[in-house]
């Protein structure tokens, strides 16, 4: 087993040596690497024996059979560099695809019965270049390609074994083997192997082979090797990234102009009339008693829950720290996909550092809702969320170990987590905190009566319901197209590289959130109604909803068959969904809290 970072743990990633041999810029041919029985076959029957009566029963087949079925990949690494599959398609042409490895078998569309891939043909590709005396040629791997075939080898073998021990058989095999053709004449091997009618069934003994076969390219260089990967095999063109961008900014335009037109005129002409002097006449009509300026002494308020807002806030805070850190540090480079692990290991340790954001936002925010418990809320800020995380990653984790998934982290390293959790963060967290309670509290522009005022019956648009299904619709809108590829990243294991037009999406996101939350708030005060500390942060978060309503859609793009697989997806989607409404609700929030303390402190108070 290869020494692996945190990343690849917290990913999945397993690298194991294999059997085979390569050496540099020496063809193979038919190199025989194993005999090994794979077990019974699918429609075959067992003896017969007392269980059923005598009975045949009809068995569905071995792993192999079943891995076929569900569509199991082999994922191989040369010099850290994955393998592309090259494949057939119409008229007989050969189509390459990179990144995702290549089918452990295949089922006969006529016979429906299951047939292994037990000969490969591993084409390299290198790079020659002068070594450090200038004298001695070097070589690089710049390319790796597989090549499967399904050959039924025609071998003998003799058994020298002890008696009734099949484990400790030994194999002899005849050389050469008929059905591998030796020829060196690479082109001639490719005809010989395609005109090959008997494939190997995924039962019984099975010997597997392979080729090496070395060519030298001169166009691709050491840096550049990377690039046919992360062009995704030209299925998602970065055409159709810039269409994303210009959807978002059509989006972006759209609730701007809309703000521009309802907000900016409303407000001109509301702060022109509440800053007027009124005459006798407007004051027997009593014509500035209605609006927003009629709940100036409520409209900051503390609101229900503030320890539970400030808490959400500060972990909201801190997960937007993070997401901005990651993808700008992607943005710059750092974040190759050839560097296994080290995207999660950014977002692990930016989250970690974050914690004192995190602290110092939700003291801030609850010493203004003068709130006395400031040692809880700093503790159910370093718990609340992260303990919820870990939890959730604990219970899908268990379930990975009992499926015997590769994906199951090991037990050490949830101990690294906790050790990350509690020995960094919280204490960060504490330290901002005690920094933010230290600071004055946020100032406001007019005093807050002491007895509330009484909210009048809104209608029904400005209802919770209809906010959260209406508020969530524009944020979502900018994002979704760049939604998908980060989800096919994560859930088909693509590449995923272009973070500038990931950065860029990503603010005009936290922009859409923001003016979505403004002009409800808006409507809102309008409306009499001055409790919207709440309000501003669902109609924001309610993006949340969307992304996880839109992972439903996604999911029947992905061959689950188990119901392990239904629980682990869509807890994790639920897990990211619950950080994009924490990370969204509190921009909404802030904006809406910026927004009222810039109106309110525009107009005269009498």
């Known amino acids: ?82 393998s592309a599959f090259k494949m057939e398609v119409e008229n007989n042409e050969k189509n390459t695809r990179y990144g995702e490895g290549f089918p452990v078998g295949f089922v006969d569309k006529q016979t429906s019965l299951s047939y292994v891939h037990n000969h490969v043909n591993l084409e390299l590709q290198y790079h020659k270049f002068k070594g450090k005396d200038g004298d001695d040629e070097s070589y690089r791997i710049v390319g790796f390609t597989v090549e499967p075939f399904s050959i039924a080898h025609n071998f003998e073998r003799t058994l020298d074994e002890e008696e009734g021990t099949q484990s400790t058989a030994k194999a002899t095999i005849n050389h ?30 099975v010997l597997f082979t392979y080729d090496v076969i070395w060519s030298e390219n001169e166009e691709v260089q050491w840096s550049t090797r990377w690039d046919v990967y992360l062009n995704m095999n030209h299925t998602y063109p970065t055409r159709i990234h810039w269409l994303s961008i210009a959807n978002s900014m059509v989006i972006v335009f759209v609730l701007s102009a809309m703000i521009a037109a309802i907000l900016i005129r409303n407000l001109r002409r509301d702060m022109a009339r509440y800053s007027s002097v009124p005459t006798e006449e407007e004051r027997a009509d009593d014509l500035e008693e209605f609006g927003w300026k009629l709940v100036h002494a409520d409209v900051f308020r503390s609101p229900s829950y503030p320890m539970l807002i400030a808490s959400f806030c500060g ?7 993070m997401s901005i850190f990651t ?5 710059l480079g750092f974040l190759s996909p050839s560097r296994r692990g080290q995207l999660l290991i950014s977002l692990l340790v930016s989250y970690v550092l974050m914690g004192f954001i995190a602290g110092f936002t939700a003291a801030r925010i609850y010493k203004t809702f003068k709130g006395k418990s400031w040692q809880k809320t700093t503790m159910v800020t370093a718990i609340g969320f992260p303990g919820f995380a870990f939890t959730i990653f604990f219970i899908m984790n268990l379930l ?43 100032e406001f522009p007019v ?17 919770t319901i209809p906010t959260l299904i209406i508020g969530g619709i524009m944020p979502f809108g900018s994002c979704f197209l760049e939604l998908y590829f980060m989800m096919s990243s994560v859930w088909q294991h693509q590449y995923y590289y272009v973070f500038g037009i990931l950065l860029v999406v990503f603010f005009i996101l936290l922009l859409t959130c923001a003016e979505i939350a403004i002009l409800y708030t808006y409507f809102q005060l309008c409306g009499e109604d001055y409790q919207w500390w709440w309000r501003s942060f669902t109609t ?26 239904y629980v682990l997806y869509f807890g994790y989607m639920a897990l990211v969904s619950f950080m994009i409404f924490l990370m969204t609700g ?11 303390k810039t109106i309110y402190a525009s107009i005269k108070i009498d």
Request: glycine share 10%.
């Open 586 to 596: 509190t921009v909404g929030l802030l904006s809406s809290l910026h927004f009222n």
């Open 540 to 565: 924001a978060g309610s993006t949340a909803l969307y992304v996880f309503g839109y992972s439903i859609f996604y999911f029947k793009q992905l061959e689950a068959n188990t119901f392990a697989s």
């Open 176 to 205: 050469p083997i008929d059905s591998c053709s030796n020829m060196a004449d690479n082109q001639k091997r490719h005809t010989a192997f395609d005109m090959i009618q008997t494939p190997q069934k995924a039962s019984g003994q």
């Open 315 to 321: 972990s909201g805070m801190q997960i937007l720290c």
């Open 400 to 442: 990975a170990v009992s499926q015997e998934s590769v994906d199951a982290v090991p037990f050490h390293t949830m101990f690294t987590m906790l050790f990350l959790w509690f020995g960094i963060s919280s204490p960060l967290v504490f330290f901002g905190a005690f920094l933010g309670f230290k600071k004055d509290a946020i």
């Open 447 to 463: 005093n807050t009566s002491n007895i509330p005022r009484q909210i009048p019956d809104q209608p029904w648009f400005m209802g």
């Open 1 to 82: 087993m290869k020494n692996e970072n945190l990343g690849e743990f917290l990913v999945g990633d397993k690298i194991e040596s294999s059997p085979y041999i390569f050496e540099m810029t020496i063809d193979k041919y038919c190199q025989q690497l194993c005999i090994s029985n794979i077990g019974r076959g699918e429609g075959e029957k067992p003896e017969k024996g007392k269980k059923g009566k005598g009975r045949h029963r009809r068995i569905s087949g071995n792993k192999f059979v079943r891995a076929i079925r569900r569509g199991y990949n082999n994922n191989w690494i040369v010099d850290n560099l994955p």
């Open 327 to 331: 993808i700008f540090f992607g943005w």
